[in-house]
């Protein structure tokens, strides 16, 4: 996964660094990060595939474990399916 979220960095012009998961990679030394050392396949010209208008999160997005969410989420999807539909139906 390291070598395809490396390419995929070039692709949306994000520098590296700023994606977590592939920086620890790399400084773990797990997978191939070096862009010269990664065989591609198909279309292998990256300045073609470039996009220009990709554009980061500004805000970090919360993606921690939140066992009141899980709960939320469950009486929303219970209301939906049990009541709201059989009001409805």
Not at 13 to 24: G, H, N
Not at 50 to 66: H, R, Y
């Amino acid at each position: 996964m390291t070598a395809l979220d490396r390419v995929l960095t070039e692709i949306v012009r994000v520098p590296p660094e700023k994606v977590y998961a592939l920086e620890a990679a790399r400084q773990k030394g797990f997978g191939t990060y070096e862009l010269n050392a990664i065989e591609l396949m198909g279309e292998t010209d990256l300045e073609s595939l470039k996009v220009s208008d990709f554009q980061l999160a500004q805000l970090p997005i919360d993606i921690s474990f939140n066992p009141l969410r899980i709960v939320k989420s469950f009486l929303k999807q219970f209301y939906e399916i049990r009541i709201k539909e059989k009001l409805t139906g």
